[in-house]
Structure formats: C-alpha cells, structure tokens
C-alpha cells in the first residue's frame, strides 16, 4: 500500500453503540466536534455502528453524517460483535480509501485538537514508524477533570507509565507485556492503515485493544511517544466500566486475551528475527508475573495465583526471583 503521510486523508475509526441514553449522544457530539476541531483538516471519519439497540440512534448517526457528508461516513453492522469488530470494519474502510493512518477514537473520548496534525508529523519524519500514541486525561460524565485521587489503580498505572521509562522505539511490546501492562489509551493511538488491515482486533469484548498493540508493536518498526497531544477519556464516576458491567467473568477474559496478544506478538517476533529463541521462557515468565500483578491490583487473587503458577512451570528460580522483587506479590506464594 502506497503511503502519502504527507498528503493522504487520515481516517478517524469510531465505533458506535448506544442505548436510549440522551448524555451518550451529547458525548457522541463531543467526540465529533473535537475532530472537527482538528488544526489538520485533512481527515474523513467512520462511525461503524455495533446494531445498536436503539433505533434513534441509529438515526441520529444520519445526524451526524449530515454535518460533512463528504468526510463523516456511516457503516451499519447487522449484527453486534464488539468494538473490535466495529474498528475492523473502519480499518477496512480506510484501507481500500487509501487513506494511510488510521486513529481510533471511542464514541465519548475527544482528541486533542493538535492531534492529526502531530501524528501526521511524526510519520513523516520517521517512515519507520508504526504507531504514535499519546498520553491522557480523564473526564467524567460532565465533561469535568477527574482528580488524580479518584482514578482507579489500572489508570493510574498507564499515565504514571508515561512520566519515566517510557515505553517507545522497537520491541516495543516487551517492555508493554512485562513491565508496563497496559500502556496506550485506544483513543490515543494512531496506526499505519496497513499495518491495522494485516492485524485486525480480536473478535472479543474485553481487553481487544491490548491484544492489538501487542502484535503491533511485535513488527518491525516503532512505537513513538507523544506528550503534547493528551486526549480526554471518559470515565463516568460511581458506575462500574461499561464492559466490566456487561461481563460477569472479565478479568478471565482479559487474562486469557492479553495471553493470546502476548503469544502472538512473540511469534511475530521471532519470524521477523527481532527476538530469538533463547529469550522466550524469560520473557513468558515476566509477562505471566506481571499479569498476575495486574490481576491482583483488579483483587482477583486466585486468577493471580494461576498466572505464578505457569510461570513457576517454566522456571521457578527465575519467577522466586521476580516475586522477591514485589512485596505486593509475596502473597501469592
């Protein structure tokens, strides 16, 4: 796929889907304006609806696409597979567009309004570039800053990853599968529209965003960092994660997909020779300890406790080693 960063039309991937909610709309409207408000003005949008089950949204999506017909584009799933499935489905709209980076950008979140015009920029400058992520700040249901005291531990672990030691350059998903966990917001991230087309998100409801940067970052290229385009990500307050809401066994899904992500990254890795053979039992170590440390942050200590336990399999010196290092683990031996 030819790549003009330069002059292509960047495809902002949203998906959609709503409930008779009137403050999702608004949310919705936000999201939009934000990318409207863009100081690169050279972008299409594709809301990919997720057969919402509420007829007026669906219509109002029509709402929407009336502002721009031209650049607002509008694809209707019959059937509801995930968010996933609905950014595949955008993807594959950019790709046979032409259009050379794809930016993911959930239904309530809103870019920065620099953000396309410094993607664009850091893909020019670097065609080895894969992705080009930013940090972020939560809002709540009003729109409001979310004080730092109030974030879940999750969230607070991925923005305290972005103030040392962060995670950018080649190889990327090492240092995301074993140090950091989670590490790029989704509407954060910015990929080339080739690399997303050759490795679509996993058709599951939980945790397909970290499964998808791990294999992304597993190719050859670079992850590139930056700290001046900071979107805004929704967080209501006093209500459960919408996913976690609707999944009653989410935390063995997550574990079970980011395994997935990590396995297949590390295959990537080795048949793109950017790894060998002798690294891989340490490095499956380190990401079942730090999964376990994320499991057990989310208070899931028995699913914790089976993480350790595949990662005494492989070596039980070397895991001894890792939970000696973390006193917040030395209960799960």
């Not at 995670?167 to 997303?196: F, P």
């Not at 793109?272 to 499991?295: G, H, R, T």
């Not at 006193?327 to 031996?333: D, G, T």
């Amino acid at each position: 796929m030819y790549k003009d960063y330069k002059n292509g039309t960047a495809t902002f991937v949203i998906p959609h889907w709503r409930t008779e909610n009137d403050l999702s709309r608004k949310h919705l409207d936000e999201t939009i304006q934000g990318i409207m408000n863009q100081t690169d003005d050279n972008w299409n949008i594709v809301l990919v609806d997720d057969d919402s089950p509420c007829k007026e949204a669906k219509e109002y999506l029509e709402t929407i696409k009336a502002l721009n017909p031209e650049k607002i584009h509008v694809i209707y799933c019959e059937e509801n597979k995930g968010p996933g499935h609905a950014r595949n489905c955008g993807i594959e709209f950019a790709y046979k567009n032409g259009s050379p980076i794809v930016l993911f950008n959930d239904a309530d979140d809103i870019s920065n309004p620099k953000r396309l015009e410094n993607v664009r920029k850091k893909f020019i400058e670097n065609d080895d570039v894969n992705v080009v992520y930013s940090t972020f700040k939560v809002i709540d249901e009003n729109s409001n800053l979310v004080e730092e005291s109030k974030l879940s531990p999750a969230i607070y672990e991925t923005l305290e990853g972005h103030t040392r030691d962060i995670v950018e350059g080649e190889n990327a998903w090492i240092a995301i599968a074993t140090d950091k966990n989670y590490t790029n917001l989704t509407s954060a991230t910015a990929v080339r529209t080739d690399l997303a087309y050759m490795e679509p998100f996993p058709l599951v409801k939980a945790s397909e965003d970290a499964n998808t940067w791990l294999r992304y970052a597993a190719h050859k290229g670079q992850f590139i960092y930056d700290a001046t385009i900071p979107s805004l990500y929704r967080i209501p307050q006093n209500t459960e994660c919408s996913t976690r809401a609707r999944l009653n066994n989410f935390y063995e899904v997550k574990a079970n997909v980011d395994s997935d992500g990590f396995f297949k990254a590390m295959e990537i890795a080795l048949e793109n020779k950017n790894i060998d053979y002798s690294q891989c039992n340490s490095l499956k170590v380190k990401f079942y300890v730090k999964l376990a440390e994320s499991l057990l942050n989310g208070k899931q200590k028995e699913l914790a406790k089976e993480q350790i336990n595949k990662a005494m399999l492989i070596s039980r010196d070397e895991t001894s080693e890792l939970l000696g290092q973390k006193e917040e683990l030395k209960i799960l031996c």
